[in-house]
């Protein structure tokens, strides 16, 4: 790893780190605000699938979450970049909620397919058209593959499983755009004018979040909220920078010892 510089900028996890669905991490919204008192820049980097920008950035400000769109990088708008780029017409298995964010994209007589997290589209019929299609050639972008998230009711499927068993049956591989992925963290940092080696990230997901920003350079923090289980920090090497009991702890880290 290069040599650290001064923090400039701290990457923030949205679900499972700020907020567990319309649950806020208690003492957060104090946290982030104390953020802000200092001079680093604050960008908020996400997995969620599950609705568009707008409806996330509605659900963070009625948890009274001082956010602003442009400070949000989500992987929704990584997989629109890469569909753009490669000029498909996309089959989205996506929730109904993220289709806003792929407005004006050409969907019919599909010849790509993405897959997010879908509940409601994960059965045999619609899993087995997109394995007809991956079949006849067309790629397959994965927006992420996490194995599991949190939910209120437990710990959940995430989009991770299904898109493993489409690379299986067709013996391809997915293009992944959301973290872990090092062109991820890379894309979030771009317009702040700091390194890799000057960020931090605070996550839940040991590989995804903390794995992924150490591996394209930064310092990551674990936090015992969200998805955590027992012992998640030893599933990565080399181990998070620090882990610790939630996102407010994480900052008092930051405002002690990083700045």
């Known amino acids: 790893m290069a040599a650290r510089r001064a923090l400039k900028a701290v990457l923030v996890d949205l679900s499972g780190t700020l907020h567990i669905e319309d649950a806020a991490v208690p003492g957060s919204q104090e946290a982030l605000k104390r953020l802000r008192g200092t001079s680093v820049i604050v960008r908020f980097v996400t997995n969620t699938t599950k609705e568009s920008k707008q409806d996330l950035l509605e659900r963070l400000r009625k948890l009274e979450f001082d956010i602003s769109e442009d400070e949000i990088f989500t992987s929704l708008t990584a997989a629109r970049s890469l569909v753009e780029q490669k000029q498909v017409r996309p089959m989205l298995l996506v929730d109904d909620r993220a289709l806003p964010d792929f407005k004006g994209i050409q969907t019919s007589d599909p010849n790509a397919v993405v897959v997010g997290l879908a509940p409601e589209h994960f059965h045999y019929?619609?899993?087995?058209?997109?394995?007809?299609?991956?079949?006849?050639?067309?790629?397959l972008i994965a927006i992420h593959k996490?194995?599991?998230?949190?939910?209120?009711?437990?710990?959940?499927?995430?989009?991770?499983?299904f898109v493993t068993a489409l690379e299986y049956a067709t013996d391809t591989k997915a293009t992944v755009v959301g973290k872990p992925e090092r062109t991820f963290f890379l894309e979030a940092l771009r317009g702040t004018g700091c390194e890799p080696e000057e960020a931090v990230m605070i996550g839940d997901d040991c590989r995804d979040d903390v794995g992924g920003a150490q591996n394209a350079g930064m310092?990551?923090?674990?936090v015992k909220t969200g998805k955590y289980r027992a012992a998640d920090e030893e599933k990565i090497n080399p181990p998070p920078y620090l882990t610790c009991e939630s996102f407010p702890h994480a900052v008092d880290h930051i405002l002690q010892h990083l700045l």
Do not use: E, M, S, V
């Open 219 to 222: 310092l990551g923090i674990l």
């Open 146 to 161: 996490a194995r599991y998230y949190k939910r209120k009711d437990g710990l959940a499927l995430g989009p991770g499983p």
């Open 125 to 139: 019929q619609t899993l087995n058209q997109a394995f007809r299609l991956l079949l006849d050639g067309a790629p």
